[in-house]
């Protein structure tokens, strides 16, 4: 299969030229301002696997122009395992090979400078990386200035640091009135945090969400047929076959994109698509669990303890921690007191589990970065598109386990619905979920939500005050519980008419 396929992000991609157009071309609108980008710094993060280097890699290609120097910096791997030192003379090593020609002479004095440089003492890197952003800055009064920074999250502390004190902050830093001529792209798993202020106030983030269901048969299409070579932006207008094909993997896959490539792998490419839907209906189970452990081996090579073995030795892809993660697929949001719930649940060894050996599996698992801390809901979350994935395979793979796991999920979330007031609203929203999650071997009515919501409602909304104002707005921005309603072929609006019919029966 292609590894150059890329689809969707048109929406990612306009964004991005839209900021390069700003310093790109001449200024009419603001002509005090001539060409001044104000947030010229972009941290475009996600989940592992999401698509941020492949997304850096197109811009890399579409950005290419005479009047553009690009400098594309690939931290993966051997920046990941390097030390402090290692990891600045590697970014360094990659600058240099990237100038053209007409600065050969000072690029060649720049290399041999880096050559001699002792690794334990990086004092002189310091220097030389002056001497770099001089080079570069030379370059920036003729051309546009271009960084893009791939895999940030590989970086060390100390290193990172370094990167944006001696490299970023100086080739942004441009007077207010004066033109800006550099654009910094920099991917990463989770957000940046960044020291200098200067640098802070001119960044701004670009979230990747998983592909679309019409980009994953995109994909899928290209795959199969070829992408189109002219790169036309016709409407895509797939056969039927194609389409229900996307749905399968879709419904599989949910858009992550190192998901879909696993599943694509898997199939015999050279059958027609009829017969490839009637294979993965056949072998369903199958595909999910490829891509499954294609997952788990992406999340245990993150793990520092992976990494920390010699290249020469042999590498196994087990991971004790991925029946945690399994078991908290099914919790769109996770503290102790609920992890333990669902850890009891799955297997009885877990049953006496102590708090310090919870807050171990945490941060194991926020080692991979499948999961992170959300600081908005003070919660822990498994990333959405790999949760989605996990719980599936789980649900098919182990339907009774599966159907427990919600069901003890559906029985703590009530009872802090009952005990927690402050967030009543999202205890409210996850119970619905759980019980809607459920597969349809478990019997649920329409009538049974709404009298469950009912109750909830006359039971702790009775003043009609603020909360329930809160409650509203929480159904309304829940766009996946939604979906989960519309799949039952009920009204996706379901729960906000309930609680808006409520209110204005006051």
């Not at 999961?371 to 009774?400: D, F, G, K, M, P």
């Not at 009530?414 to 999202?426: E, F, G, P």
Request: aromatic share 8%.
């Amino acid at each position: 299969m292609p590894s150059t396929l890329f689809v969707n992000r048109e929406q990612d991609i306009a964004t991005l030229d839209g900021l390069l157009n700003i310093i790109d071309r001449p200024s009419i609108d603001r002509p005090t301002d001539g060409n001044y980008l104000d947030k010229c710094v972009v941290n475009v993060y996600g989940a592992p696997g999401i698509g941020k280097s492949a997304l850096l890699h197109k811009l890399r290609h579409n950005w290419q122009a005479e009047t553009r120097s690009i400098f594309f910096i690939d931290l993966h791997e051997k920046g990941f395992q390097a030390e402090t030192t290692q990891q600045k003379v590697r970014f360094c090593q990659q600058i240099l090979t990237q100038f053209p020609d007409a600065d050969e002479p000072r690029v060649t004095a720049l290399q041999q400078q880096l050559i001699q440089i002792d690794t334990q003492h990086d004092e002189r890197l310091d220097t030389l990386g002056e001497e770099l952003v001089a080079l570069m800055k030379q370059r920036k009064e003729q051309r546009i200035i271009l960084l893009l920074i791939d895999a940030c999250e590989q970086a060390s502390d100390a290193f990172f640091a370094w990167l944006e004190r001696r490299i970023i902050l100086p080739i942004i830093h441009d007077p207010q009135k004066q033109q800006t001529r550099a654009l910094c792209l920099m991917s990463s798993q989770l957000l940046l945090r960044w020291r200098q202020h200067n640098v802070r106030r001119r960044v701004t983030v670009l979230s990747l969400a998983p592909l679309s269901a019409e980009a994953t048969t995109k994909l899928i299409d290209y795959t199969l047929n070829g992408q189109p070579a002219d790169g036309s932006d016709a409407p895509f207008n797939p056969e039927p076959a194609i389409s229900a094909l996307g749905q399968q993997l879709y419904s599989l896959t949910f858009g992550h994109p190192l998901a879909t490539h696993a599943a694509l792998e898997h199939l015999d490419l050279q059958k027609q698509p009829e017969e490839l839907n009637q294979w993965i209906e056949q072998h369903r189970l199958g595909v999910s669990r490829e891509i499954v452990q294609r997952l788990r081996k992406h999340a245990t090579r993150s793990l520092p303890a992976f990494q920390a073995q010699p290249r020469s030795a042999p590498q196994t892809a087990a991971w004790e921690g991925w029946q945690i993660l399994e078991a908290l697929s099914i919790l769109r949001e996770f503290e102790v007191n609920s992890m333990r719930v669902v850890l009891s649940a799955y297997n009885d060894t877990y049953r006496d589990t102590s708090q310090s050996m919870l807050l171990i599996y945490i941060r194991e698992l926020l080692e991979t970065r499948f999961a992170i801390w959300n600081s908005e809901l003070r919660a822990y979350q498994v990333a959405a598109s790999i949760r989605r994935i996990i719980a599936h395979h789980l649900a098919i793979h182990n339907e009774q386990l599966y159907v427990n796991l919600r069901t003890q999920a559906k029985l703590y979330y009530q009872q802090q619905i009952k005990t927690v007031m402050n967030n009543r609203h999202v205890y409210l929203l996850e119970y619905f979920f759980q019980s809607l999650s459920q597969p349809e071997t478990v019997a649920i009515s329409l009538e049974d939500v709404q009298q469950d919501l009912a109750y909830f409602l006359q039971r702790y909304y009775a003043l009609r005050d603020d909360t329930l104002q809160q409650l509203l707005r929480a159904f309304a921005a829940d766009h996946e519980l939604s979906e989960i309603v519309a799949q039952r072929r009920w009204d996706p609006a379901l729960f906000t008419k309930a609680v808006q019919e409520f209110q204005d029966a006051a």
